[in-house]
């Protein structure tokens, strides 16, 4: 049960770092700067 628990985390994970640099790509993209440059904000 705790290998299920653990594969559902970083699938989750995953999901939240690809919907993270969608945002990035997004915002980045209206705001007119490097997505390079807003990754370093918001880490």
Known sequence: MAKIGHRFQSLLDQKFVYNKG?????????M???????YKWIE
Do not use: N
Not at 22 to 30: E, F, I, P, R, W
Not at 32 to 38: A, D, K, T
């Open 22 to 30: 969608l945002v990035v790509d997004v915002v980045s993209k209206a």
């Open 32 to 38: 007119g700067i490097s997505s390079s440059l807003l």
